[in-house]
């Protein structure tokens, strides 16, 4: 068991509920930004490495990826933004699959663990198609967290529940990232499913919007993770504080629950 997962399952057994943050790396003053959204009671941090096609992303996300890609960021300079980070809470990074295998399985999880990552996401990665990659991490200790889809059959979330390390990500709802006005039904009932199939800690992410709706996922599943919300206030605000308040809204929210 990895640094992620241990430090989720703790939370869990404290009787409080986990909240991850992503943020875009590469993207203007991010590093400024992840330390103050630790600091503002992030769980753990999602750094995610943009690439130019980025399919599970929504318009906020690419907006701040493109920036990125603009200003040169690539793999290495976010690893080596994460190398000089010490923030006292676990990192992952989410990113997608082409880029791994450009980088080179066995390489890029060596260089990730290097830096100080304890964990990757990779959402375009099936399951079926994953053994190679779950290997290269697995020998590099570095926790691979599987993404289980609000359509896939019980059958299918076991398998994706037991080859998950870290957390299981529950798809809150189909189709792209993106902030939502309301809960899809869908958050509480993937949460609901996969609590059924794992003790490994249960996470939904995609369309938690807002600290009420962060709230209303926590009646069931074991945490969150907030994107769009937060890109949204790395783009539209840029500073750390603003990062550092939003997350302590999150964080509050979920601690008076």
Request: hydrophobic share 45%; proline share 5%; aromatic share 6%.
């Amino acid at each position: 068991m990895g640094p992620l997962e241990t430090a989720l399952r703790a939370r869990r057994d404290e009787g409080k509920k986990s909240l991850v943050v992503y943020l875009t790396g590469g993207f203007p003053g991010w590093t400024r930004m992840l330390e103050a959204a630790a600091e503002a009671g992030a769980d753990a941090i999602e750094v995610g490495i943009p690439f130019s096609d980025p399919v599970m992303d929504g318009p906020v996300i690419q907006e701040a990826s493109e920036h990125a890609l603009r200003l040169g960021t690539t793999p290495i300079n976010v690893l080596e933004g994460i190398r000089q980070l010490d923030v006292g809470v676990p990192i992952a990074v989410m990113t997608y699959y082409n880029l791994v295998y450009r980088f080179g399985l066995e390489r890029f999880a060596a260089e990730a663990k290097a830096a100080g990552v304890c964990a990757a996401i990779l959402p375009d990665l099936p399951l079926e198609e994953s053994a190679e990659w779950c290997s290269a991490a697995d020998t590099h200790g570095i926790e691979t967290v599987m993404l289980a889809a609000p359509t896939a059959s019980d059958e299918r979330l076991h398998r994706v529940c037991q080859r998950a390390r870290g957390f299981v990500y529950g798809v809150g709802l189909l189709g792209i990232t993106g902030e939502r006005a309301s809960l899809a039904a869908s958050a509480l009932e993937i949460a609901r499913r996969l609590k059924l199939q794992t003790e490994t800690p249960v996470l939904v992410g995609v369309g938690i919007s807002t600290p009420d709706q962060a709230v209303q996922t926590c009646a069931v599943a074991d945490g969150v993770i907030v994107g769009s919300a937060v890109v949204r206030a790395m783009i539209e605000q840029g500073t750390p504080e603003a990062i550092g308040k939003l997350v302590a809204d999150f964080r509050n929210a979920l601690d008076a629950a």
